[in-house]
């Protein structure tokens, strides 16, 4: 089992940034993709970052060159930096894990993935 833990978000006014942090615990050399997913309300749920365990990366198009992954190995943190926020970034913020040896061309797909976290709510405000 891999726990998931989300932290970093809040109220931004628009321009701003933010970092989230999804600390894993548990049996984390299962995890093989890990990604940032996003719920608005009355919305789906949709993919916004995710990477593998070669460090490749893939963005959905409306964060790129606004958002980074990354992940630190050693204390199996996973982040996401976000600069220059828009209204439209508002939404809960969820972190999410693949034990199985998923492309990132699938990366987005809700169902590859088998842990989650409880999510964390970001507000951006105009």
């Known amino acids: 089992q891999v726990q998931l833990e989300e932290s970093g978000g809040g109220s931004v006014q628009a321009g701003g940034s933010l970092r989230l942090s999804c600390v894993a615990s548990g049996h984390t050399y299962r995890m093989y993709l890990v990604a940032w997913f996003r719920q608005a309300p009355g919305k789906e749920r949709e993919g916004v970052a995710a990477?593998?365990?070669?460090?490749?990366?893939r963005y959905t198009e409306s964060v790129k060159g606004r958002f980074t992954i990354s992940k630190d190995k050693g204390t199996d943190t996973l982040y996401l930096q976000m600069n220059s926020l828009k209204p439209e970034d508002t939404a809960m913020y969820y972190c999410?894990?693949?034990?199985?040896?998923?492309?990132?061309?699938?990366?987005?797909?809700?169902?590859?993935?088998?842990?989650w976290g409880q999510g964390t709510q970001v507000t951006v405000s105009s």
């Open positions: 990477i593998d365990s070669d460090d490749g990366t």
């Open positions: 999410a894990a693949s034990s199985s040896r998923t492309s990132l061309l699938y990366g987005f797909q809700t169902f590859r993935y088998n842990y």
